[in-house]
């Protein structure tokens, strides 16, 4: 990314450097041609007045004060009358003292030399405005581009390799501090990222070291009573047990021993459903203008593009109690199935207040799930038939019901059996 803000501005600097030469080399020929054609239109008036005089008075001209014109008398600073005769050698000496600002004109009576004065090129300042306008405009963009590169080029490049390293399981990877409040909210966030998943990493593995704990107690626990129960069956079936008595005493033994065993595989089956994900995140109160300004930023363009008639339906601006970035969760995941499990053709969303707290209807067209397997929308790994071949894990809604009773809320899912477009509303409740 820098190398090629770099060659930006190298651009930048070529096309400022084209721009003068180009605007200097258009500018001096017409300029030159303009003027040059101005004072030979006054050579020849000057000349027209040498005749002039010379045939009205048949004598030579010797001042310009004779001129009928005298405004010509303001370009001529030095007018001489040489005489009748003047050799090639003396009119080129004359000519070339001059630096060019003198003509030698032979008239009827003789030669005269003609010294006048070039006037600075009024016009000269068309050309400064434009190498300033150019200058300028140089000068901005070089602005822009330095601003662009110190405050977001540079500081960009020094973050763009700590989501690689997170991907790869890095977490030691100190987040670069960079002075750009531009990147601020970035940098907590990815901070916050690294943190997050550290402590899931932690959790995980305490987890996992937990139950392997408690399975491998509960599988030698098991061994004491199995022990027990192998013997009196070992016994019962050599006839060990001659009384009526003993081998009462016998089964007694083997059913407190079963007991026990069923006591251990409930405790087995209770560690297996506990729940295997973990939420920990801090209730307050959010007003609900905060939400759904951000899932209109967020589906708007989204919608439009997929061609999904999206509407989002008027709402009360309440304050709400929970978790902001929590219930954005919830309802963008319900929309995300919304969008993969509907028919593509529309997705609402209605709310719906009373004296406790609001009602979030999610609704879209398209639901082909049975009736039967709406109680289970919300179950662990469950998947409806209307799935198909699409991929999922079953976990969207089973989660999404979590975080809503974290937040004190429910999550509901309900069929609009009078429509004829199969829609589903899924319902997210929070309270006041």
């Given amino acids: 990314m820098k190398h090629k803000i770099n060659k930006i501005i190298i651009n930048v600097i070529i096309v400022f450097i084209l721009l003068l030469v180009g605007a200097v080399a258009l500018y001096f020929p017409v300029i030159r041609k303009k003027t040059d054609r101005q004072y030979n239109v006054s050579i020849n008036r000057i000349k027209h007045e040498i005749q002039r005089y010379e045939n009205q008075y048949r004598q030579p001209c010797r001042s310009t004060d004779e001129f009928s014109n005298g405004a010509l008398a303001d370009f001529v600073t030095c007018y001489t009358y040489l005489g009748n005769s003047m050799s090639d050698d003396?009119?080129?000496?004359?000519?070339?003292?001059?630096?060019?600002?003198?003509?030698?004109?032979?008239?009827?009576?003789?030669?005269?030399?003609?010294?006048?004065?070039?006037?600075?090129?009024?016009?000269?300042?068309?050309?400064?405005?434009?190498?300033a306008v150019i200058s300028f405009a140089f000068a901005v963009c070089m602005c822009v581009l330095y601003y662009i590169k110190r405050t977001i080029i540079q500081p960009f490049d020094g973050l763009v390799e700590l989501p690689y390293q997170l991907a790869k399981g890095n977490l030691a990877m100190p987040v670069i501090q960079v002075k750009s409040k531009l990147f601020?909210?970035?940098?907590?966030?990815?901070?916050?990222?690294?943190?997050n998943i550290e402590e899931s990493n932690r959790r995980q593995l305490e987890l996992i070291r937990e139950k392997k704990v408690l399975l491998l107690s509960l599988a030698h626990d098991l061994k004491t009573p199995l022990s027990v129960i192998k013997l009196y069956s070992s016994a019962l079936k050599k006839n060990l047990y001659k009384t009526e008595e003993k081998r009462q005493q016998v089964a007694e033994g083997i059913e407190k021993n079963v007991n026990e065993i069923e006591t251990y595989i409930s405790q087995i089956t209770t560690a297996s459903n506990e729940e295997f994900i973990d939420f920990q995140f801090e209730n307050g109160m959010f007003y609900l203008r905060e939400v759904f300004d951000y899932l209109e930023d967020y589906y708007t363009e989204k919608m439009r593009?997929?061609?999904?008639?999206?509407?989002?339906?008027?709402y009360p601006d309440i304050l709400v109690f929970g978790n902001i970035d929590r219930t954005i969760e919830v309802l963008q995941n319900i929309i995300e199935n919304a969008i993969k499990y509907g028919d593509g053709k529309k997705i609402w969303i209605e709310c719906n207040e009373d004296s406790e707290g609001v009602c979030i209807s999610i609704c879209n067209t398209g639901c082909d799930m049975a009736e039967n397997e709406m109680p289970h929308m919300f179950d662990s790994f469950f998947r409806g038939s209307n799935v198909g071949k699409r991929p999922g894990s079953g976990l969207g809604l089973y989660i999404c019901r979590k975080l809503m009773l974290k937040m004190e809320g429910q999550c509901m899912a309900r069929l609009d059996k009078d429509s004829e477009d199969k829609v589903i509303k899924i319902d997210v409740i929070l309270h006041k």
């Avoid at 003509?103 to 434009?130: A, C, H, M, P, Q």
Wanted: glycine share 6%; net charge positive.
């Fill in 305 to 314: 593009i997929t061609m999904i008639d999206f509407k989002i339906c008027r």
């Fill in 90 to 131: 003396e009119i080129n000496k004359r000519l070339s003292a001059e630096d060019g600002n003198v003509f030698v004109y032979k008239g009827r009576y003789g030669y005269y030399s003609v010294e006048y004065l070039r006037e600075k090129d009024d016009n000269r300042y068309v050309l400064y405005v434009i190498i």
């Fill in 184 to 195: 601020k909210k970035y940098i907590w966030g990815m901070d916050m990222l690294r943190d």
